[in-house]
């Protein structure tokens, strides 16, 4: 896979990436639509299809991405199409913090090193070009405003935008609502986005838990989209008793 275009993983870090404070918005929910938007990118690689609500891989030749080659390897290894819920739902273990390192590589953004409490060293991420992130931004506003349909990427990356909650942070307070309702929407228009965003939604609502139990999923497949839920335990990282990345 060629370099001359940005990855949905990474847009999806840099929407949700302040560019005050940092940080990133929604840091908890926000590397499970990351494992969600590997699985998007490699469908539209081609490399894997959906299966129903299964994942399933039809060409295990790598991509050239490391780390979506890492994914596809994992997803190949189970011999048989995996529930996007329960892939999604797996360890993640640092994750974020693997695309901010990879997105500091590429010049993208830049590390500011700091200190919590005045004790345990941070570091914050700041993009060194912000004309990316107002680029990626403006085709989710024109999607939104002018209500034509979208290229599958950007419905993609609406879809997981909604779903880990980046809908508050993009569209805040009372007067952001009807563009948080249209960016809702926007799930419809890619069905593999839609179905790793309805499995984000579903892992953070607890269901990828309910199902390993052998328990029935919290809503059927038709359920109408709810709003991500909050206090999503933290997911571990690399490093973290060394330094702590600033959320």
């Given at each position: 896979m060629g370099r001359s275009r940005?990855?949905?993983?990474?847009?999806?870090l840099l929407l949700a990436l302040d560019p005050t404070t940092g940080t990133t918005a929604q840091p908890q929910s926000l590397d499970l639509g990351l494992a969600g938007a590997q699985l998007v990118e490699l469908a539209m690689?081609?490399?894997?299809?959906?299966?129903?609500?299964?994942?399933?891989?039809?060409?295990?030749r790598p991509t050239g991405d490391p780390t979506l080659d890492c994914a596809l390897e994992l997803l190949r290894r189970r011999g048989a199409p995996v529930?996007?819920?329960?892939?999604?739902?797996g360890p993640r273990l640092g994750l974020r913090q693997i695309y901010l390192s990879h997105?500091?590589?590429?010049?993208?953004?830049a590390a500011v090193p700091g200190q919590m409490c005045g004790v345990l060293p941070t570091t914050r991420?700041?993009?060194?070009?912000?004309?990316?992130?107002?680029?990626?931004?403006?085709?989710?506003?024109?999607?939104?405003?002018?209500?034509?349909?979208p290229?599958?990427?950007?419905?993609?990356?609406?879809?997981?935008?909604?779903?880990?909650?980046?809908?508050?942070?993009?569209?805040?307070?009372?007067?952001?609502?009807?563009?948080?309702?249209?960016?809702?929407?926007?799930?419809?228009?890619?069905?593999?986005?839609?179905?790793v965003a309805h499995a984000v939604m579903d892992v953070q609502n607890?269901?990828?838990v309910q199902q390993r139990r052998g328990q029935p999923a919290a809503a059927p497949p038709g359920r109408a989209v709810a709003e991500p839920a909050r206090g999503v335990p933290m997911q571990p990282s690399h490093g973290s008793r060394a330094r702590v990345v600033a959320h």
């Open positions: 940005r990855t949905i993983p990474e847009e999806l690689a081609g490399r894997i299809a959906p299966d129903g609500d299964r994942i399933a891989v039809v060409v295990p529930r996007a819920v329960h892939w999604i739902g997105l500091e590589r590429c010049g993208m953004v991420y700041q993009a060194t070009d912000t004309e990316i992130s107002r680029e990626i931004r403006a085709r989710l506003d024109s999607a939104i405003r002018t209500g034509v349909p290229d599958p990427r950007t419905a993609a990356l609406a879809a997981l935008a909604h779903a880990v909650g980046l809908g508050k942070h993009l569209y805040p307070g009372n007067e952001g609502r009807s563009s948080r309702s249209r960016l809702r929407d926007l799930i419809r228009h890619d069905p593999m986005g839609g179905l607890g269901a990828g």
